[in-house]
Nanobody, 127 residues
Framework: QVQLVESGGGLVQAGGSLRLSCAASGRTFSSYAVGWFRQAPGKEREFVFAISRGGGRTYYGDSVKDRFTISRDNAKNTVYLQMNSLKPEDTAVYYC????????????????????WGQGTQVTVSS
């Protein structure tokens, strides 16, 4: 069992930066890949970024290319999402999720593959 808690959200002006954290409980955190998803009001949940369990592979959604990065510190049971050059369209509730994937998997964008989800943190970008 893994419990996830997101933090770091808030209000920022367009062009600014935020770093989200996803802190996990459980000694098996390093066994899970972690993904970030977001959902804006009235819109479907969107894949943002994911990182493999060892941190060697990352995957991102096209809308955040060259602006967001992801990293993890398994010793601290934490995954980070660094968000730069934020835009108003990045406004959403951001969720982290943990799941088990085969080593050859590339489908980290599939929300249904994740077993554990956090409660979300609100990110608001003003224009």
């Amino acid at each position: 069992q893994v419990q996830l808690v997101e933090s770091g959200g808030g209000l920022v002006q367009a062009g600014g930066s935020l770093r989200l954290s996803c802190a996990a409980s459980g000694r098996t955190f390093s066994s899970y890949a972690v993904g970030w998803f977001r959902q804006a009001p009235g819109k479907e949940r969107e894949f943002v970024f994911a990182i493999s369990r060892g941190g060697g592979r990352t995957y991102y959604g096209d809308s955040v290319k060259d602006r967001f990065t992801i990293s993890r510190d398994n010793a601290k049971n934490t995954v980070y999402l660094q968000m730069n050059s934020l835009k108003p369209e990045d406004t959403a509730v951001y969720y982290c999720a943990a799941g088990s994937f085969p080593s050859s998997a590339t489908y980290y964008y599939r929300a249904g593959q994740y077993d554990y989800w956090g409660q979300g943190t609100q990110v608001t970008v003003s224009s």
